[in-house]
Structure formats: C-alpha cells, structure tokens
C-alpha cells in the first residue's frame, strides 16, 4: 500500500530530477526514450520504500537510473539480434539530422562510447562534482578525472575524424 508520505517524496524526487533522467533516457534508449523513462520510473518507485540513506537520494535516483538504463541497453541489443537485418537497423532512421546539429552529434558520440563512460559524460554535463560523480559510479574520484580526460580526448579525436 502506498503511502501519501511516500508520494509526496516521490513527486519531490521526480522533480528534482526529471532533466537527469530525462536525458539518460535520451542517451541510452536508441529511440525508445519514453519506454525507458517509465521503466526509470517504475524501478524508482518500486525501489524508494527500501531507500537505505547511505547517499543522498539524488545520488541513489541517478544510480538507479543508470542500472535501469544499462539493463534496458542490454536488453535492447538483445531484442536487436533476434531480429531479421532489415527491421534490426535501429541506427539508421530515415529523416535523420543531417550532422550539423550539436545535440545530434552529442548523441552520436555518446553511442560510441561505454556504458559507464556515457554515463559520466552525462554527469559531467549535468555539472556533478567529481565526488559525486565517483559516489554514483562507485569508483574513485581520482579515476573519475582520469577518464573523463580520456574522453575529452577521445571526442576530440571523433570530432576531427580520426576515430
């Protein structure tokens, strides 16, 4: 049974963070953005009434997007190799942004990347501390700067061809 107290934290929760999930959805759903917002948001839900407060709750939220984002990639790449070549090439859709759109070329570069690095690059833009970031990824944050370096260098190699 739900409770209106847990409502009322799940709305604040949500509001807080819709941008954030909004856009790990948008990074990790080849398409399917609003399929995977819900799961986002039904794995929250389900998952708020068991919330430990070893981390804040936004840094739990972020988590538990993330994990529910990567399983659904899986799932997804999965769901693609059962399907006959012709139906199974979700990255080309006809219509597309011809190349010049910055958001269009950020989505491109993200999909060349993995899981965890897409991830902290969404963190880093979302202007998250080095520390949070680490709090998030469970590494150190020492290896957080370390590879957001080697992505910064990676997309510079991407941007000018030689990847």
């Known amino acids: ?52 407060q070893r981390a804040s709750i936004d840094t739990w939220c972020y988590r538990v997007a993330l994990n529910t984002a990567i399983s659904w990639r899986r799932s997804a790449a999965r769901r693609k190799a059962k399907l006959p070549a012709e139906v199974a090439d979700i990255n080309h859709v006809p219509g597309t942004v011809d190349g010049n759109d910055p958001v269009e070329l950020l989505q491109q570069f993200l999909q060349t990347l993995s899981d965890a690095d897409r991830a902290l690059v969404l963190m880093y833009l979302e202007g998250m501390s080095g520390s949070e970031m ?30």
């Open 1 to 52: 049974m739900t409770t209106p107290d847990r409502q009322l934290e799940f709305q604040q929760l949500l509001q807080r963070n819709r941008g954030r999930l909004a856009a790990i959805a948008r990074a990790y759903s080849w398409g399917e953005a609003d399929d995977l917002l819900q799961e986002m948001l039904l794995q929250l839900w389900r998952g708020l009434g068991s919330f430990e």
């Open 134 to 163: 680490a709090e998030v990824m469970g590494i150190r944050e020492t290896a957080v700067r370390v590879r957001i370096h080697r992505i910064k260098n990676r997309l510079a190699e991407w941007n000018a061809g030689d990847v």
